[in-house]
């Protein structure tokens, strides 16, 4: 083999692991986007004899964000929640995700409120129905009930920046 | 003796019941090991459900039982999963127009050694084929 093939196929081969240093291994793609939300009545974490269902949004363009008290990153992210639900181009619903009721609503006393209404997912669930591995997970849905994109993992202020508000303004444009 | 017949009778009736039981559920259990051990926990990616201790692995372990219980075959379950979280989930990915490459690739991969080795092998022979005439007979000379 000539020198010139050697070095071919070592660039290429650093080439092709360059481009995997840059992908993040725990973005996994989801099957869900571009699919039905999937269906839920969950009782209300502030108010548990009260129900609320994915089908109470129709019509509206929403961000439904899986959360817990126990989940570190979930604290890191509300910030971010926090602001973006101030701003409110869409209404930002809770979903708390296998959390204990008292420790919940302790979390939000604490760090304030960010959200419009939480649903309580005690068992998980309907955690697992919407393909959730790491909370806090985003989720932006559309006037149809359609899932449009998600966020696995804290969502950082660019991700709002440049994902979620051009998406919601888009879909909100978009009848 | 005739009570004693029929409770000797029951105890045989309830013990066979027992061991039948025990098998449907050895065979269910048998089958969600299998399915745990092909399925990726998300939360820690190199482990399987079965492997993995994270309580979303639990969730699904006790799901994967409990629609197997109900009657599903095994491609429901992984049909299941596939919904929810993707291809990424089976540790024996699909063969579809995207993962072509990842079952291809160790094919193309040999085949490339493959062709190289033959190359070089061709070339040697058809190098030491093409001796000069006046170094043939000089090698000639030396081996006499």
Not at chain 1, 13 to 18: F, H, Q, R, S, T
Not at chain 1, 68 to 96: F, M, R, Y
Not at chain 1, 103 to 119: E, T
Not at chain 2, 116 to 141: G, N, Q, Y
């Amino acid at each position: 083999m000539s020198r010139g093939w050697i070095v071919g196929v070592f660039v290429a081969l650093v080439g092709v692991l360059a481009v995997g240093l840059t992908l993040n291994p725990r973005e996994v793609p989801s099957p869900l986007i571009g699919k039905p939300a999937p269906a839920f009545e969950l009782p209300l974490l502030e108010a548990p004899a009260k129900r609320f269902s994915e089908k109470d949004m129709i019509g509206q363009v929403w961000v439904l964000n899986v959360w817990a008290s126990w989940c570190p990153p979930c604290l890191q992210e509300h910030p971010v929640v926090t602001a973006l639900a101030k701003d409110d181009p869409a209404p930002v619903i809770g979903l708390n995700y296998k959390d204990e009721s008292a420790n919940a609503l302790a979390w939000l006393k604490r760090h304030g409120n960010p959200y419009r209404l939480v649903a309580q997912d005690l068992d998980g669930r309907i955690g697992i129905d919407y393909g959730v591995y790491g909370v806090p997970e985003t989720y932006v849905i559309d006037r149809q009930g359609v899932i449009r994109y998600k966020h696995i993992g804290p969502m950082t202020p660019e991700v709002v920046r440049e994902r979620i508000r051009p998406l919601v303004k888009e879909l909100r444009g978009a009848g | 003796m005739r009570a004693r017949l029929a409770a000797l009778v029951l105890a045989v009736a309830l013990a066979g019941a027992a061991a039948a039981a025990e098998v449907g559920q050895s065979a269910l259990d048998k089958r969600a090991a299998l399915l745990e051990q092909e399925l990726r926990c998300l939360v820690c990616q190199n482990q399987t459900i079965a492997d993995s201790n994270a309580s979303l692995a639990q969730d699904l372990r006790r799901e994967i039982r409990e629609q197997l219980a109900k009657g599903a075959s095994d491609q429901d379950v992984k049909d299941y999963m596939v919904a929810r979280y993707g291809d990424f989930v089976l540790y024996r990915p699909p063969l579809r127009a995207r993962t072509v490459l990842l079952w291809a690739g160790p094919f193309l991969l040999l085949a490339l050694g493959a062709f190289f080795a033959w190359r070089r092998v061709t070339r040697r022979r058809a190098a030491e084929a093409e001796l000069p005439a006046d170094e043939r007979a000089r090698a000639a000379k030396l081996l006499e």
